[in-house]
Structure formats: C-alpha cells, structure tokens
C-alpha cells in the first residue's frame, strides 16, 4: 500500500511540472494527481487528454507509472531486490507468494524472475507486430512510441492511448493484426502471472493447479457470456455494432467482451450503447480479473469460490469440491469478505457521487465500478466531475487497486485459533 502511495506520489509532482506537457505550464494539481492515480492503479480513466496534453517526457512518465503498477510496486521492488542483493525479506515473500501463487516461500524469487522475464518477452514480441502495422501511418520514430505505449498499457490492462482524433482504439476497428495483439496482451495480462507460467510450463490443462483451472474455466464462461450479450444488445444499434458485417460484429462483441472487463479499450463508444449492456458491463467490471494479475474487480477467483461454495450448498454438500479437491472452509470466508467489502465500498462511492455530482445515476454507477475495478471504461463523464468527484474517484481507484488483495491478505494473516469455542445457536436465513 505504501509502496503505491509513494509511486503515486512521485508521479503527481512530476506531471505537476511544467516541463511534461505541451503547453509548459503548471500541470492543475488535482488533474496530476488523477493522471498519476490512474496510471499507477492502471485504470485509464482520464481528466486531461493523454495524447494532446502530455508532451513525449510527460507520455513516458505514464508509462513507467503503468508499467510499475501493473507488474505490482512489491514485484517490482523484489525482483530488484533478487537481482542486487539475492535475498528479499520474509515479509515480502509472504506477500508475493500470496500474489503470484507460489505454494512455498523457497519458489518466489524463481517465480518472480520468471514472471518478469515472460512479461518483457511478451511485450517485447507483440511491439513488433503492432510497430509492423504502425509503419505505414506514422513515421518510424513515431510509430515505434505509439506501439511501445499501445504494448505497455495493453498488457497492463491499463487502457490508456497516444492515439490522436480517435476514441480508444475505433481507428483501428478494422485493423486484426492491431486489434488482435491488444486483444491478446489483455488476456495474457489478466489471467494472473502464475496462470500464465503455468500455461506456457505444463500446458495440459489437467495438470493445472486448481487455482488454474478455475481461472480459466471461469474467464471462458466470462468471455461466451460477455460476447453474447453485447451482441445480442447492440446488433441492432446504428451508433455501435449496426452497420458492419455480421463476422465484425461478432469479432467486435469478442473484444469489449475481454477488454470491458478489465482494461478499458474500446473500438466502440459506450457512451453510445443501450442502458442494459452498460449494466451488464458494469457486473463485468465488478468481478475483474484473476487474482495476481494486472486487472482489478473483486477477482474471477473470488467469484468461482462462491459459486462454487453456492452450489455445493444447493446439492446440500457440507464441504465444496470440485475437479476432485475440496476448497477450504477459510478460503470461502476470505471470498465472501472480499464480496461483502466491495459491494459496500462501490455503494458507499455512488452515493458520495450522487451527491457531488448531477449526472444520471446509471452514468455514476458506471463510473464508480470502473474506477473500482480499475478498468476505465466511462461513458464520457470523466472530464465534467466536479473537484469533489475527482477526488473521490482517485479515493476509489486507488482502494480497488489494493483493496481486496490487501483485505485478503490481512483476513489470512490474522486468523487466530479460540482456545473455546460458544454453544451454537441458528439464525433464520432467507
């Protein structure tokens, strides 16, 4: 938590400057700190316009933020740790066990180093293809930035672009290879770090852990779902989807179905999209991605827990299984925990917005989940929020970055054993 405050921090007084925009004047404070915010907890949500306002300096400054805050500040800092001192704390591999799924303390450093070595090689291949397709409209400097910043903010599922004239990537609605390679960099971004070596370690599906696995199964139930959905919504919409081949829509439905949930890119403007699909993706926004990843929500892990736990409550089992192991009773504790705190906390900064603010109350909904699940998505309210709702937003993107992970982590380290237990008694239930 610290560590993300102090990276913020740095971020604001450096885009306070003068020396990182193109106007070269005092950055208002409350937008760098916004910009800063966002950046940091890879949110995307914006006050200023990222590729108009910022010059290369202020756009590179950004990037580092995103960069950092999505490998995680404390993956970060113990991989440089590993590296110049070969040894890292006991805390610190308590929390990054915790965060990147290592099942003992002695595989972390591995761990870490494996992660950070697959990030850059990931980042590094898709840069090539974006910078191939980039080459015929920009110029070559040109170009190469705008598909490094295009490769960062995707696999970070942080949502921001340096693209001018354009909604989120719109330009580039036609463009597969483009649309492709973020697509991919999202998925690859959200599963979680430990998913993605294990992936590219084991392969087979049935060797997975069951954390994997649940993953997996859940982010594809999420991806049919979400794609379904949107384009059973918005075919018939002139300003979405209607218009284009049915093949495009399909493919376009697919996209917002991935990046909706956790990043924020959109070839479409959702300010433009029917009520109900807002509401749908609002859900979407709320759960998020897999634990240990570059996304936000209360996680697909959590959920997959609960339903499962729901479930084995139906069937009238005592304990919850599935794929042959049986979750413990804590671990179904710590989800709900994490449930219950979020749903209070997104209830808790919609009122405060609909206080401050006079948009409609879908649109602050909208918004409150998007900061919370630092995805980004908005449906264009992010630049008329008073001062109020500002600071209220960077509150709620800097709490659903570190909140449920931090919450979980401290359910987990504080359990205590009773030495006596009290009789029992039944409360009515439903």
């Known amino acids: 938590m610290y560590g993300f405050g102090s990276l913020i921090a740095i971020g604001t007084i450096l885009l306070w400057l003068p020396f990182f925009n193109v106007q070269g004047e005092f950055t208002p404070f409350l937008d760098a700190l916004f ?3 966002s950046a940091a907890t890879v949110t995307g949500l914006v006050t200023l316009d990222t590729a108009t306002y910022w010059n290369f300096s202020g756009q590179l400054i950004i990037a580092s933020l995103i960069q950092i805050g999505g490998l995680g500040f404390m993956s970060t800092a113990t991989f440089l740790l590993i590296i110049f001192t070969q040894r890292i704390s006991l805390t610190n591999q308590l929390f990054m066990g915790d965060f990147l799924g290592a099942r003992n303390a002695s595989g972390i450093a591995r761990l870490t180093i494996q992660v950070v070595a697959l990030t850059l090689i990931i980042q590094v291949l898709a840069f090539g293809i974006i910078f191939w397709r980039f080459i015929p409209i920009y110029d070559l400097q040109e170009g190469a930035w705008q598909a490094a910043f295009l490769t960062i903010s995707a696999f970070n599922n942080a949502g921001f672009n340096i693209i001018s004239n354009s909604s989120s990537l719109a330009i580039f609605r036609d463009e597969m290879w483009v649309i492709g390679t973020v697509t991919v960099l999202i998925i690859f971004g959200s599963i979680g770090y430990s998913v993605l070596v294990e992936s590219f370690r084991r392969r087979r599906f049935g060797r997975f852990s069951l954390d994997s696995k649940l993953v997996i199964l859940t982010t594809m139930i999420l991806w049919v779902v979400g794609t379904t959905v949107m384009f059973v919504s918005e075919f018939n919409n002139e300003a979405t989807l209607k218009g284009s081949p049915v093949g495009s829509q399909i493919i376009d439905s697919f996209v917002q179905s991935v990046s909706g949930r956790t990043a924020g890119f959109s070839t479409i403007d959702f300010g433009e999209t029917q ?35 729901v479930m084995a409550t139906i069937r009238g089992r005592n304990q919850p299984e599935v794929f042959g192991r049986e979750i413990p009773f804590g671990q179904i504790q710590r989800a709900l925990a994490v449930l219950s705190l979020a749903v209070v906390a997104v209830f808790v900064v919609a009122f405060l917005l609909a206080i401050t603010e006079r948009f409609p109350y879908e649109d602050l909904i909208f918004e409150t989940v998007s900061a919370f699940g630092t995805v980004g998505l908005s449906t264009g309210i992010t630049s008329e929020l008073t001062s109020w709702g500002r600071s209220i937003i960077i509150a709620t993107m800097f709490v659903g970055r570190i909140g449920p992970l931090t919450i979980a982590l ?11 237990r009290y009789s029992q008694e039944r409360v009515r239930i439903g």
């Open 275 to 309: 009520q109900h699909t807002n509401f749908f993706f609002t859900g979407l926004m709320f759960i998020g991605g897999a634990s240990g990843s570059t996304a936000g929500g209360i996680k697909v892990n959590t959920v997959a827990v609960i339903l499962i736990a």
């Open 35 to 37: 910009t800063a915010t």
């Open 410 to 420: 401290a359910l987990g380290q504080r359990q205590q054993r009773a030495v006596y």
